[in-house]
């Protein structure tokens, strides 16, 4: 129920809500990401290497693609200048890679404190 | 007899071969001396050294890596190893032998073999088992940062949640590969095409 309404602190979601989040909530958002990616890591890795051979096996790259734009328009405030840089499909490659790699960055048992870097360095 | 360990992640893996420092009373399994060490890419050339080679290699791709995702020009020189960005999916490393005449060695690796590889490194480096002059290039935060996470952290709201959503649909996103199946669709082909 929390991580629910953490999500609204979101500025790009549609169902904006201005409530400051907290240091340990931060710290728990952290957590279950790093969680995710490495339960994910497998599919993660799959989803850069058809971008990589993009030719000969495109078809996990488009999926990933369709969903993750799905999502977006499901959930964002689709007038957002940021949004719409989102699902430019010219420009929203070079975002979805890094992010992938970042996450694929953040498996190890110090992926917390890699990802919190990460955030911090950005 | 000396002790072998291996870190692996996918299409990578990394041996390290070496010995306990007895003198230190350290357990007959753990690699204190480190002899050689071998880096295996699936398709690429065997890279392998001495310990004076695996501390700058590990921290000319946790530095490569942080450019990379920093947005920064991904090109890191040295005298034994340059990596950069051919493009946005492929990477190349130029590894120079110390010994005169032996030419460079050139492989181009992808994002995925690049954060396998990151991978095996970072296992190292957690590993009980390897004493290693740590690289913590990739874990230590900049003074200014350090004395920022004391402060507030109003700039939360702006930056750091929308990546949090941003990353957290590109993990629902990647659940969804679960449903796709490359036996079902090989399967389908062929019922459209029955020769």
Not at chain 2, 26 to 39: C, V
Not at chain 2, 73 to 83: A, G, N, T, V
Request: proline share 4%; charged share 25%.
């Amino acid at each position: 129920m929390t991580i629910w309404k953490l999500r609204n602190n979101n500025p790009l979601r549609k169902s904006y809500v201005n409530n400051n989040i907290k240091l340990n909530e931060f710290d728990a958002l952290i957590s279950i990401t790093v969680e995710m990616s490495k339960f994910l890591y497998p599919y993660i890795r799959e989803i850069l290497k058809s971008k990589e051979d993009f030719k000969e096996n495109s078809v996990i790259w488009n999926d990933f693609n369709k969903r993750f734009i799905e999502l977006i328009k499901e959930r964002f405030n689709i007038e957002s200048m940021r949004v719409k840089k989102l699902l430019n499909q010219a420009e929203n490659d070079e975002i979805i890679i890094k992010y992938l790699l970042i996450l694929s960055f953040s498996i190890s048992n110090q992926g917390y404190q890699k990802l919190k870097n990460f955030l911090y360095d950005f | 007899m000396q002790n072998k360990l291996s870190f692996h992640q996918s299409s990578t893996s990394l041996e390290i071969i070496g010995l306990p420092d007895y003198s230190n009373n350290e357990n007959k399994d753990q690699i204190s001396i480190i002899s050689q060490w071998k880096l295996t890419i699936v398709d690429k050339p065997l890279i392998e050294g001495k310990l004076e080679h695996l501390g700058p290699i590990m921290d000319a791709f946790y530095i490569y890596s942080n450019l990379l995702i920093k947005n920064q020009i991904p090109i890191y020189e040295s005298k034994l190893i340059d990596i950069k960005a051919d493009n946005l999916h492929i990477h190349n490393i130029v590894l120079k032998s110390s010994q005169p005449n032996v030419k460079p060695l050139v492989l181009k690796i992808g994002n995925s073999l690049l954060s396998d590889t990151i991978n095996c490194f970072d296992q190292l480096n957690e590993s009980p088992k390897v004493r290693i002059k740590k690289t913590d290039i990739s874990i230590n935060i900049p003074k200014k940062l350090r004395f920022g996470l004391n402060k507030k952290v109003n700039f939360i709201n702006s930056f750091i949640l929308p990546f949090f959503a941003i990353c957290s649909l590109i993990l629902f996103s990647s659940s969804f590969v679960y449903f796709y199946s490359p036996f079902e669709n090989i399967e389908k082909k062929e019922l459209i095409n029955p020769e």
